[in-house]
């Protein structure tokens, strides 16, 4: 099945300054990428996501890109702010025969603290 | 609407007893997950269900039974709980149409 590794575990920044967690995955038949963000005492939240054809996607200050060669895709936030701070998840999937993408794998989360 | 709901938010068994974790949407979604997360594991699938009456294991299916009787309920039981199941539970859900997971506020289970 598929694995998916995501780093650092944990990252400290200083407001305003830019984060980027990594992630990588083993089956080239993932085709959809998502992010998730998870504060405090809730569940995960859907921030962006992209598919394998397309190699970069923005939104405000946070962006993801994907390299289907090195099986690897990035989440990038700029100018970071304290609300910011949560963790983050990675997650890769394969299209079932349904033709949605319906099952996901996670990595293990980044724990992002943005230092006023 | 309320979204993805799960009850109860906290939960204290002792080993061997069991009990039923209750989700339920209301986004007429087909799909519904259970996760489990515990530190450094991130998020792992324990069973899913594709429809009413239909369920699959997950990643991490071992010590827990799923129904799905009615398309807006998910339930996730165990029947002889042990301690290496404490854990936060999270439920999801997701419609044919979509591939965001909408996820509740999730149930910590403490297992002694």
């Known amino acids: 099945g598929e694995n998916v590794e995501q780093h650092p575990s944990t990252l400290s920044v200083q407001e305003g300054d830019s984060a980027v967690i990594k992630c990588t995955y083993s089956?080239?038949?993932?085709?959809?990428f998502p992010w998730y963000k998870q504060e405090l005492g809730k569940g995960p939240q859907l921030i962006i996501d992209i598919r394998s054809n397309v190699g970069e996607k923005k939104d405000q200050r946070i962006a993801v890109t994907l390299n289907k060669t090195a099986k690897h895709f990035s989440l990038h936030i700029t100018e970071t702010q304290p609300e910011d701070s949560a963790v983050y998840f990675c997650?890769?999937?394969?299209?079932?025969?349904?033709?949605?993408?319906?099952?996901?794998?996670f990595g293990k989360g980044t724990l992002l603290t943005v230092n006023p | 609407n309320a979204g993805v709901t799960q009850t109860p938010k906290f939960r204290v068994l002792k080993t061997g007893q069991s009990m039923t974790l209750l989700c339920a949407q209301d986004?007429?979604?087909?799909?519904m997950y259970w996760y489990r997360q515990d530190p450094g594991m991130g998020l792992r699938l324990i069973h899913y269900?594709?429809?009413?009456?239909?369920?699959a294991k997950g990643e991490v299916p071992d010590g827990y039974n799923v129904s799905r009787l009615k398309k807006q309920n998910f339930l996730l039981g165990l029947e002889s709980a042990a301690p290496s199941q404490t854990s936060v539970y999270f439920c999801?859900?997701?419609?044919?149409?979509?591939?965001?997971?909408?996820f509740g506020p999730g149930t910590r289970l403490t297992v002694l």
């Open positions: 986004m007429n979604h087909e799909y």
């Open positions: 089956d080239s038949a993932s085709n959809y």
């Open positions: 999801a859900s997701t419609g044919i149409l979509y591939n965001e997971q909408f």
């Open positions: 997650a890769a999937s394969i299209r079932g025969s349904g033709g949605s993408n319906y099952k996901l794998t």
């Open positions: 269900s594709v429809g009413e009456g239909t369920t």
